[in-house]
């Protein structure tokens, strides 16, 4: 065998992609489901993607998703992946003090290995952009004190690691729908025996299943891949958003067996 011959034989049998980008391609598409961007990017600013977010107006004041991109003076550059992957799923900083639940991680908790391996994987291989973070704007009764408490009383949101359906892994887990369909009590806590009957402060309605159970499989399909209501309407603002940053990327297997979930899910 010449030598040529082998150099074309060993080349055209080398992968295409390699294993390190197939498990940051995999991250993107977590970051997706999960709809990271749509917080931690100033949208309406044009800010650059996942580099601090818009100012989130709440009950308890105006938060700023900070910068994630790996830049080292600004972003989250030199943490370990172990630290990140607690922020993720535990809320807690790398100095061991508690993130605010604005940050959706007691719906991220149940993410699994393998998820928040690919997930770092991916913002790590992000460009790094210098923009400092701006101060959350809170009102005089939160602090950071209080969020230990708070966490235990915070209800888990559903689906476990161990959960083989997929649906409930990407609505409840990923999707963090609760956040807004699930209704709060006055200390923030969710209501999850009234799992997704709405959230009239979020102006976010019923989608138990009791709710959805006269809309079709095709509607729900086109609801979440453009946004069209079967009234002909659109949705607006925070589903609008959640619709175009992360529903409308889903893949068609995942999709299905999302809605699959959310038309059998009993409420309590
Ligand atoms: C609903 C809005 C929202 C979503 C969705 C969201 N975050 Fe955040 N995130 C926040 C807020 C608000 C904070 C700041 C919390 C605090 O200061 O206590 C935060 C903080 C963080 C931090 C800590 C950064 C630091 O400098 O300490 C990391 C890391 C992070 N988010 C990653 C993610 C990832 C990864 C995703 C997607 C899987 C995500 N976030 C989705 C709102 C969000
Ligand atoms: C940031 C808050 C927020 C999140 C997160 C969110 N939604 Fe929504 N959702 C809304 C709001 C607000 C509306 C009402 C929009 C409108 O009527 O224009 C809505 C509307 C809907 C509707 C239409 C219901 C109807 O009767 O018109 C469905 C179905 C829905 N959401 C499902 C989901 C699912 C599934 C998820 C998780 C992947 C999700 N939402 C995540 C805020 C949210």
């Excluded at 598409?29 to 917080?39: H, P, R």
């Excluded at 969020?147 to 359906?165: A, C, F, R, V, Y």
């Excluded at 086109?222 to 990327?249: I, Q, R, W």
């Excluded at 699959?260 to 899910?265: A, E």
């Amino acid at each position: 065998m010449n030598y040529l011959y082998k150099l074309i034989l060993v080349i055209s049998i080398l992968p295409a992609v390699s294993p390190a980008q197939t498990l940051i391609d995999q991250g993107r598409y977590i970051a997706q489901l999960a709809n990271c961007y749509s917080c931690h990017t100033d949208i309406e600013n044009e800010g650059k993607p996942l580099a601090g977010g818009r100012a989130m107006e709440t009950q308890f004041g105006i938060f700023y998703p900070p910068n994630i991109t790996p830049d080292k003076e600004t972003g989250i550059g030199n943490w370990t992946e172990h630290q990140f992957a607690k922020a993720v799923r535990s809320g807690l900083a790398p100095d061991g003090s508690h993130y605010y639940p604005t940050f959706p991680y007691s719906a991220y908790k149940n993410i699994s290995d393998a998820d928040i391996k690919a997930l770092t994987a991916y913002m790590f291989s992000l460009k790094p952009v210098k923009q400092m973070n701006n101060n959350h704007n809170l009102s005089w009764f939160v602090s950071r004190w209080v969020l230990p408490i708070w966490k235990m009383l915070n209800t888990d949101q559903g689906s476990n690691k161990s959960d083989k359906d997929r649906g409930a892994y990407i609505v409840d887990t990923l999707g963090h729908c609760n956040e807004c369909h699930t209704p709060r009590n006055s200390l923030g806590i969710l209501q999850m025996e009234q799992k997704f009957s709405g959230n009239e402060d979020l102006s976010a309605p019923d989608i138990s299943s009791e709710s959805l159970k006269d809309w079709s499989k095709e509607e729900l399909i086109d609801l979440f891949s453009d946004g069209a209501l079967p009234s002909g309407d659109y949705v607006s603002d925070h589903m609008a958003e959640v619709v175009e940053y992360s529903t409308s990327t889903w893949k068609p297997a995942d999709l299905k067996a999302a809605i699959r979930y959310l038309q059998k899910q009993k409420t309590n």
